[in-house]
């Protein structure tokens, strides 16, 4: 069956950098790219960016773009996103789900990241 | 992108129909017919009831339906049951990038 696994919970400080992974299986991994979406606290859900699972092609919302880097690893069937420059208001759950035209029909978990001095 | 306009609420009691608006611009709900919703359920992750306009993925029960006329796209809900009760969200390409917004979310109330 199709799963997506995140990582772990982040308490990062105002101004570092988070990593967060997704690691897939059950399907054909370069098939279908990636989304990263998050959910502040009591807030509506927002799209991050996409990362293709079988080249480098990224598109990443505007308001990101410069403080996003997404990746993907296939030997590994893992996609990864860094978040750099952190806020207060990046503090959020990050979902990866699987985007297969703006359909996301898997998603992980969810990764919360709190960012805080 | 700015996001796409839901009403903040919607209700209904058992067994009736709700329809709920999903209203954006022609560079994304007028331009593709990539329309999504995703119902949420407090402290879950989102799962898909509609894509690309009115496609049901299996499993999804024929009582959600979709449409879009223009700019706006909506979801129906007909015979609602309480556990249709949830946060719903439309999602749409945008822009020549194709970029993903979504909507600001609807509380669906089942009295």
């Known amino acids: 069956q199709v799963q997506l696994v995140q990582s772990g919970a982040e308490v990062k400080k105002p101004g570092a950098s988070v990593k967060v992974s997704c690691k897939a299986s059950g399907y054909t991994f370069t098939k279908y790219g990636l989304s990263w979406v998050r959910q502040a606290p009591g807030q509506g859900l927002e799209w991050v960016g996409w990362v293709s699972s079988r080249n480098d092609r990224t598109n990443y919302a505007h308001k990101f773009e410069g403080r996003v880097t997404m990746t993907a690893d296939t030997s590994t069937r893992t996609v990864y996103m860094d978040l750099k420059s952190l806020r207060s208001d990046d503090t959020a759950v990050y979902y990866c789900?699987?985007?297969?035209?703006?359909?996301?029909?898997?998603w992980g978990q969810g990764t919360l990241v709190t960012v805080s001095s | 992108q700015s996001a796409l306009t839901q009403p903040p609420s919607a209700s209904g009691s058992p067994g009736q129909s709700v329809t709920i608006s999903c209203t954006g611009t022609s560079s994304d709900v007028g331009a593709y017919n990539y329309v999504s919703w995703y119902q949420q359920h407090p402290g879950k992750v989102p799962k898909v009831m509609i894509y690309q306009v009115n496609k049901r993925p299996s499993g999804v029960p024929n009582r959600f339906s979709g449409s879009k006329s223009g700019n706006t796209a909506s979801l129906t809900v007909s015979g609602l049951q309480p556990e249709d009760e949830g946060d719903y969200y439309c999602?749409?390409?945008?822009?020549?990038?194709?970029?993903?917004?979504f909507g600001g979310g609807t509380k669906l109330t089942v009295l």
């Open positions: 789900a699987r985007d297969d035209w703006n359909l996301f029909d898997y």
């Open positions: 999602s749409s390409y945008a822009g020549s990038n194709m970029d993903i917004v």
